[in-house]
Every structure is written in C-alpha cells, then in structure tokens.
C-alpha cells in the first residue's frame, strides 16, 4: 500500500532537501539524471549515452550521491539496492516523507499538517523548509524587459513554456516568430509567472550587445558576487545559482544575405556557447526569443539535449479580443480581418488604426477595397525580406505568384540545382515566411496573404 503511494517525485525532494541541508546546494541535471534513471534501472552506460558523459563521470558522479544517501539512511546504498532502500525507509516514515527536514545529519520528522505540496515543482530555489538554512540572496535584473501589458488568452503556449522549464528542467528554450507575433510579451508574462522559481533572472536585448564577448562580460557581472571570483565561467554561475536568462532580439547575431543561421563574426562563437549551456549539468534555463531558429537549436533538440522550441503562430481567434478593445463594428467580419493578418497582434493593431482613422472603426468598409491593404505594415516587411539571400527572394517571388501555393517536385526553372532549391525552402520554414502543407502530391508552400502581398510588390517594383 504504502509503495504504490511512493512516486519518483517524493524522493527527488527528499533528495533535493538532503543535498541542501548536507551540502547547501541543489542537485545539478547529472545528479537529478541518475537518481531518475536508477530508479528505473538504467545503467550507468545508459545514463552516460544519454547525457553525454563517460561512464567513469556518471559512477564518480553517482558514488558521491550514494556516499550522502547510505548516512542519511544508516545502510549502504547503491545502484543495485537504491529503489528497495528508499521504500524500506518510505514505510518507516511514511507520513511525513515529504516534508522531512535535515538537521546536522539526522532526520527530524515534522507533523502531517506540514503536507502542503503533493507535487513539488521540480526548478523551486526554495525547496527546504528547515529554518536553519540560508536561503539564497535572489536577484533579479528585469530593467530590459518591457511593461507587463494587457495580454489576450495565450493559456496554451504559457502552460507548456511552464511545463519545459519547471517540470522539465529544459536548459534551452526558443521562442520563434515574426516581427509583432508576441514573443516579448508572451515571455514578459511568462517571466512574471515563474520568477519566484529563480535565484537569479536576467533579461537582456541582443540589440545592446554588439559582440558576443561584451554580453558574456555583462551576463558575468551580473552573476558574480560583489567581489567577484577569478576564472569563473557562464556555465559555472549557471550550476551555482538557478538561473533565467532571457535574450530577446536573437536574430540580431545572425547574418543577412546568407541562408539562415549563419552568426555574424562579432557572434561566430554562440553557437559553442549554446552547445556548452545544452550539455553541461545545471538548473538554470536560457530562454532565447528570435524571428529565425538557430541551426545549434535544431540539432540539439534532435539529440535529447533539453532544447525545446515553441513556434508562435498568432493569437487565432482569441484576436477578437484585441478588436473588442479597439471598439471595431461589424463582427460578423472580424474573423475575415484576423485571418488575412494572420492574427498577429503587432499587424492587427497597425491596421486597426487605419480601421479607425479613415472608415470610423467599419470593418466592412475597410475589406470592401479588393486589395490588401499593408500601409505601415511594408517596413516591418520589409526589415524580414531584406535578411534573405538571392535564392529565398526567388522562392518568395515564386511563391507570391502561386494561385494555391508551390509543391516541392515543382522546382522553378531559375534553380540551376536542386540542393539551392531545397536550402533555400529549408532556410525559409526556419525563418517561419512559408508554411508546409501536407497534400496527396507531396508538400506544398504557402505564403501569408500579407507577405505574398507584399513580395507581389517587390516583384513589380
Ligand atoms: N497576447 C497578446 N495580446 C494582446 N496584445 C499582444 C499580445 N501579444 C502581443 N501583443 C501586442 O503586439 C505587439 C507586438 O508584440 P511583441 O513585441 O511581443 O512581439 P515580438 O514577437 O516580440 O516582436 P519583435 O520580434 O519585433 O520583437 C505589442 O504591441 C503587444 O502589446
Ligand atoms: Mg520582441
């Protein structure tokens, strides 16, 4: 009865707990690994495949864990008997294993009526509860980050952001998405709901950073202490501290002219740094917020490295919303108005202005033009198409004059070869200007109708 109470969760928090009374640290990703492994009875060449260390690393790693384990317990613990001792030792104290405290080596049991947390978040900066330990000094620098505004239903992408980072410790998160999709706010907000799970949280823009070397200067003068330890690495403040980093404005290191994902050389070294951060054990989590994905992003979510990307695609149709605020007419026709926008915020919130100023707020009137009106939209446009090399432009004309869209076995004739063709569409989906459907002939691409508008222009300009 009593073991089929005891879940992985329970004793990951005892686990935390004891490390933080033993050693006044958490336990780092290597060390969460194999406790969640062993239970399950992985091997130690397993676990080392899997999070890319030597098994000589893992053993090392997981005798010092049971070293800890077997005097808390008083019986020696190891991989083979670790399950069975932790469920000898639940029966034993079984009420109150959740919420035990540590003292100088010894458990002290509180009452029942300390249970509060069935289900402990996993990222907590705070996890014991013993009055004895020293909490750590938080510190937040959100001085970069916008105003939290008034913010329309995006419960989904904000429950599965929270799922990444506090349930599965995921070291690198991406946002991707066009100019005004709302990758800013959505993670304001996010930020907002989590911060209490960090130490430190740092916001910054790559638009203030021109070299790769000045942010990394900045980011460690933040972490350090006032004074400062010698030789410390990124990576070495990230195992010391929970950490949140956010870097918005990403795509700002990346090149223009070239396929996407190319660093420009002030930036020739993040990618490194992206591997080092997916790879290395801590607790803290890099949120990076881009128009373009990074080529180090997509092979490191291939490999099971805790890289996570949401791609977002507009507010759908919790946009009626914003047009509710803005005191439009003619509702019956606002889906039509959000659909053609590709219900992004920053568009729908330029064209409604335009709503308002020339037809007093009638969305009918304004849809009874034949035409697609961009007005102030064309620069935002603008700053996306002219990151594009010769060969996207070519797709992106292609596309534009395609009644139902391109398929893939219908290469242009402009291509001289193949591999141009297919980078070019890779680069693009990367980019997130052209939409993959799936038909009977094979995938076929789309434009939104704002950017096939305005790539039409381009053509005849
Ligand atoms: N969920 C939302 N509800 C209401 N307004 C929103 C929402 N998301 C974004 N907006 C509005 O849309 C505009 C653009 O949002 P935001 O700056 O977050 O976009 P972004 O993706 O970060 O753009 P960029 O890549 O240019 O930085 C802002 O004015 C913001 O207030
Ligand atoms: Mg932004």
């Not at 100019?179 to 706010?185: E, L, R, V």
């Not at 790559?206 to 202490?225: D, M, V, W």
């Not at 990076?288 to 507009?314: D, F, R, V």
């Amino acid at each position: 009865m009593y073991l089929a109470k005891m879940d992985f969760q329970k004793v990951i928090k005892w686990a935390e707990d004891l490390m933080w009374a033993k050693k006044k640290r958490r336990l780092n990703s290597l060390e969460r690994a194999i406790l969640e492994r062993v239970w399950k009875n992985y091997k130690y060449q397993e676990i080392a495949d899997e999070y890319r260390y030597s098994k000589g690393t893992v053993k090392t790693v997981a005798g010092n864990l049971w070293k800890m384990i077997s005097e808390e317990l008083d019986e020696k613990v190891n991989k083979t008997n670790f399950r069975a001792a932790m469920e000898r030792f639940y029966i034993s104290n079984s009420k109150n294993f959740v919420q035990s405290n540590f003292n100088q080596g010894h458990i002290k049991i509180c009452g029942e009526s300390c249970h509060s947390d069935e289900t402990p978040k996993n990222r907590s900066p705070t996890t014991p509860t013993n009055s004895d330990n020293i909490q750590p000094e938080k510190r937040h620098d959100l001085t970069s980050a916008p105003k939290l505004r008034n913010f329309h239903n995006c419960t989904n992408q904000l429950a599965t952001l929270k799922q990444w980072i506090l349930t599965e410790n995921t070291c690198i998160v991406t946002i991707t998405g066009l100019s005004g999709i709302g990758k800013t706010t959505l993670t304001r907000q996010l930020v907002a709901d989590i911060q209490d799970n960090f130490d430190r949280i740092l916001w910054r823009s790559h638009r203030k950073f021109s070299t790769l070397n000045a942010l990394k200067t900045n980011l460690i003068e933040f972490f350090s202490p006032p004074q400062p330890k010698q030789n410390l690495s990124i990576i070495d403040y990230l195992r010391f501290h929970r950490c949140l980093i956010i870097l918005d404005d990403f795509q700002e290191t990346l090149t223009t002219g070239e396929f996407v994902s190319t660093y420009i050389p002030e930036y020739k070294n993040y990618g490194k740094l992206i591997k080092e951060i997916a790879r290395s054990p801590h607790n803290s989590c890099l949120l990076l917020l881009s128009w373009e994905k990074p080529t180090e992003i997509a092979n490191l979510e291939t490999e099971n490295c805790h890289c996570h990307t949401l791609q977002l695609q507009g507010l759908g149709k919790s946009a009626t919303e914003l047009l509710k605020a803005k005191k439009l007419t003619d509702e019956d026709r606002w889906l039509e108005l959000i659909n053609l926008y590709s219900s992004n915020p920053l568009w729908l919130n330029i064209i409604v202005s335009t709503i308002q100023d020339l037809f007093n707020g009638s969305v009918a009137q304004f849809l009874s033009y034949s035409y697609l009106f961009l007005g102030d939209l064309k620069p935002i446009l603008h700053e996306h198409y002219q990151r594009l090399s010769e060969s996207e432009k070519l797709v992106m004309q292609w596309l534009a004059n395609q009644e139902i869209g391109g398929n893939i076995s219908s290469q242009p004739p402009e291509f001289s070869t193949n591999n141009d063709f297919l980078g070019a569409i890779q680069s693009l989906i990367k980019r997130g200007l052209i939409k993959k459907n799936v038909s009977k002939e094979g995938s076929v691409f789309t434009l939104e109708p704002v950017i096939k508008e305005y790539v039409k222009n381009q053509s005849n300009s």
